[in-house]
């Protein structure tokens, strides 16, 4: 190559180079962008003290190994450049993208993504993914900037559980340095992490504010600051939008009209929440297994029967319509979105509403005059529809014959009977947020650490498909699985009354252009990618 | 209200001195018990153990942060720690945070007295003179006016006020915000929705007071005198009617302080009493029981300034006191 055309070709590059690279050559972050939302509170910035229920207002400041694609919800690099899966499974490699640093100028190293897997793991850890980082055998730092995760079983979807793009994302990488030198209590007063928002100030359940990284290597975002307020009150959070004191809101579905009456501009985030009624008591090997309950009954074919009729017995469409604001679709199955590639016509194509044929049912499974239960009044964080949902089924069910005792209970004193399967008989609507991309992962999750098995219900079918689907490498195996076998099978089972996929609703003020948000992500997120208008 | 009467006035045989004593004996002992109510209230509500794990997490997980937290020991054995340690002033960390809840309480505390001592000031400003005026012009366009301002006052809901009031000023006319914490400007809508309720209240209890007052003797002996016509009033009318007033406003002053959760949430306010019921919602009992602690203290301290000041505005009582 002669001089002048390996000059002519290096300039070249350079110039391409700075087209390539939006951080470095972004506008300067400007102004304020202020987000109310309803509720936060439990904030913890150490990787084994916070469980994910606050992933809106930490995701900011952190970043994870991978992502997900927005539009084609494939894994995607981020802190890790490129990774491979080896060993059927049994062992992970990530290479960790060099030149990343800590909002402290330190650099990003595999020590610190060894240091934050190890925390998640250790006795005691509160995060929500302790379980499946405890199944980490060992781990390897290659070089600076490589790290190799061993595990005794496959681990197909370890990819998943170091992922950005999913509510909520629980490992976040942090500094081992800093954590080590300002030690726990430091590092709780002074976060810091990698993401493009830097900490500013916290005020436990009132704000946090961050400030923009400015040429980060990912996306320096166009605001400068982003201050999360905590409004618990919805008519407070419009009318904040409405007089510019805020510039994005949380709200439900339920003030989607009256927001387009005022000409606020939504966003919708769709399909972010499977909606079901649980029917609890579904798990024969436990002590708390109740023979009686209409619905988990030894016979078999009697218990679908009832369970079948309780799905019948409810207007789906019009709990959609009115109870979640019409923002949703309503599904006939358990744990798939509508655009899943697991999702068959037949999964998606709800129960129909039909009262006399439940009563029918009912009465051939031996309950001609229905039998009581009790339906769980629970509000549970960022699903405040739920109460709702529940008190429009029990209508539905009153007018099968089904006598509904409502028991309003809250979620702290609940919990303990939800997590030792201390609830058979009773029913309560739920929401599922999107934890995993594959619906069976959920499952999995409960049945890895044996202190949930399923999250509602027990089968040794079930676990069958569990424990295929768990070490096989393939996704498109794993996707048919799911399609052909798995979601029939849940399909003809019933395991509760299906409602649907939730969308959720964001109110934007005239100051915020675009937002680009990943398909099926609860919560706020992609801040950094909020453009001004 | 309960030492608006009852408490008030010092015995006569006994000096200032052995009566502050006992008092502040009583309010020791009063803490004691509110103590042991929140204590044992906060542990019948829920684990915090349930809130903070993810629900699979091991039946392992669950000891070992209930161990963590102290939770594991009996009861009585946490009691004595904690009564222990309130002693020293070590009010323990919260669970949640794990950082001090002094800190907590602190962060706090001044939205709540700021919020708090702006709404008592426009209550007494809005409610003393109009009830004055509403008793000396009885039967008057002003009292009439100003009784529908006390029957709106204290007949609409603080939560619909507080909305009306946001959508009103700050969405439609713009000039105040709609919520949080700032400037003056932020305080003026959540003070007058918490203030305007006990205004009312205060206007019905000056203006009855005043017509005692007015209807008593020495008003008629003053007037005989010849003494000017304002001076009668706001010497020795009003002077006389305040007793039950100020007692009224102390208490309620400090009742804001803790029970001003509605306005702190329609308005987005990071007071106290939002804290206390978002640390109840999360079981965070070491956030509770410093909260209500602090409280009571000041609830207790505001009802010993009441008989002090009662001491002082009436001279009756003072002198027998001596």
């Known amino acids: 190559m002669n001089r002048p055309f390996a000059i002519a070709l290096a300039l070249l590059t350079a110039w391409f180079s700075l087209l390539a690279a939006p951080s470095s050559v972004a506008a300067k972050p400007e102004g304020t962008l202020t987000v109310a939302v309803a509720t936060f509170g439990n904030e913890r910035w150490l990787p084994h003290l916070y469980v994910g229920a606050e992933d809106v207002v930490l995701k900011p400041m952190y970043e994870n190994l991978l992502t997900r694609d927005p539009k084609t919800g494939e894994l995607a690099p981020m802190l890790a450049e490129r990774w491979q899966v080896l060993d059927g499974g049994r062992t992970w490699r990530f290479h960790i993208r060099k030149g990343v640093r800590f909002h402290n100028g330190a650099e990003l190293t595999a020590e610190d993504v060894r240091f934050t897997f190890a925390s998640i793991a250790k006795e005691g850890s509160a995060n929500s993914l302790a379980p499946e980082f405890r199944a980490i055998k060992s781990m390897e730092v290659e070089n600076p900037h490589t790290l190799t995760v061993h595990f005794d079983k496959p681990f197909v979807v370890f990819g998943n559980k170091v992922n950005q793009g999913l509510f909520a994302s629980c490992a976040f990488i942090q500094s081992k340095r800093h954590i080590e030198a300002a030690g726990e209590q430091g590092a709780e007063r002074q976060p810091i992490g990698t993401g493009p928002w830097k900490f500013v100030e916290h005020v436990r359940g009132d704000r946090i504010v961050y400030e923009a990284v400015e040429n980060h290597w990912r996306a320096t975002p166009h605001w400068k600051r982003l201050v999360f307020s905590k409004v618990p009150e919805p008519a407070t959070r419009m009318a904040m939008l409405r007089a510019g004191s805020v510039d994005v809101i949380e709200i439900g579905g339920e003030y989607v009209d009256e927001l387009k009456k005022v000409n606020v501009r939504t966003i919708v985030m769709p399909n972010v929440s499977w909606v079901y009624i649980i029917l609890g008591g579904q798990w024969p090997t436990k002590a708390t297994y109740d023979p009686k309950v209409p619905w988990a009954q030894p016979d078999a074919e009697r218990a679908r029967k009832v369970r079948l009729a309780l799905n019948l017995a409810v207007d789906k469409q019009a709990i959609m319509q009115r109870v979640l604001g019409g923002l949703g679709t309503v599904l006939g199955s358990w744990l798939a979105y509508p655009a899943d590639p697991w999702a068959s016509e037949t999964l998606k194509k709800p129960f129909p509403y039909e009262p006399a044929k439940a009563k029918q049912l009912l009465a051939e499974a031996g309950y001609p005059n229905g039998f009581e239960v009790t339906m769980n009044l629970t509000a549970w964080p960022g699903r405040g529809y739920l109460p709702d949902v529940g008190e429009a089924v029990a209508t539905y069910w009153e007018r099968v014959g089904i006598k509904v005792k409502r028991r309003p209970v809250d979620r702290a004193v609940f919990s303990a009977d939800f997590r030792a399967r201390a609830y058979s008989g009773v029913t309560l609507a739920y929401a599922s947020p999107l934890v995993a991309p594959e619906m069976w992962e959920v499952l999995y999750r409960g049945a890895y650490t044996k202190a949930s098995l399923n999250l509602f219900m027990e089968h040794p079918r079930l676990d069958e498909f569990i424990d295929r689907l768990a070490v096989q490498p393939n996704y498109q195996e794993r996707v048919r699985i799911m399609r052909d076998e798995m979601g029939p099978f849940l399909h003809d089972y019933i395991p509760g009354v299906a409602i649907g996929a939730a969308h959720a609703i964001a109110g934007v003020g005239p100051k915020v252009g675009e937002w680009p948000l990943i398909a099926g992500h609860m919560g706020f997120h992609n801040w950094e990618y909020v453009t001004r208008k | ?322």
């Open chain 2, 1 to 322: 209200m309960g030492g608006v009467g009852g408490s008030g006035a010092a015995p006569p045989d006994v000096d200032i001195l052995s009566y502050l004593v006992g008092r502040a004996f009583q309010t020791v002992l009063s803490m004691l018990v509110v103590v042991s109510i929140v204590f044992v209230l906060t542990r019948l509500s829920g684990n915090p153990i349930y809130l903070l794990l993810d629900v699979n997490a091991t039946q392992r997980d669950q000891e070992i942060l209930t161990r963590h937290l102290g939770l594991d020991k009996p009861l009585p054995v946490q009691y004595g720690i904690y009564v222990m340690n309130v002693a020293v002033g070590d009010f323990g960390n919260s669970i949640i945070s794990r950082r001090p809840v002094t800190e907590h309480i602190w962060e706090r505390l001044p939205a709540t007295v700021e919020l708090g001592f702006v709404a008592m000031f426009l209550s007494v400003l809005i409610g003393v003179p109009l009830g004055m005026y509403s008793a000396v012009r009885r039967g008057g366009v002003l009292d009439t006016a100003a009784r529908v301002f006390a029957v709106l006052g204290q007949s609409m809901p603080t939560f619909w006020l507080g909305l009306m009031l946001i959508l009103f000023f700050g969405v439609v006319l713009g000039v105040l915000p709609a919520g949080g914490r700032g400037g003056l400007l932020h305080l003026v809508l959540p003070a007058f929705t918490l203030g305007y309720f006990t205004s009312a209240a205060i206007l019905r209890l000056t203006r009855s007071a005043m017509l005692e007052v007015l209807g008593s003797d020495y008003i008629k002996f003053a007037r005989l005198k010849g003494l000017h016509e304002q001076v009668v009033l706001w010497k020795h009318g009003l002077r006389n009617a305040l007793l039950p007033v100020v007692t009224f406003a102390v208490l309620l002053f400090v009742q804001f302080l803790g029970g001003a959760v509605v306005t702190e949430t329609v308005f987005a306010w990071p007071g106290l009493g939002r804290l206390i019921l978002e640390s109840i919602t999360t079981r965070d009992y070491p956030v509770v029981q410093a909260g209500v602690l602090v409280l009571s203290a000041l609830y207790l301290t505001g009802n010993l300034c009441v008989d002090l000041l009662y001491s002082y505005l009436n001279p009756r009582i003072r002198h027998v006191s001596s």
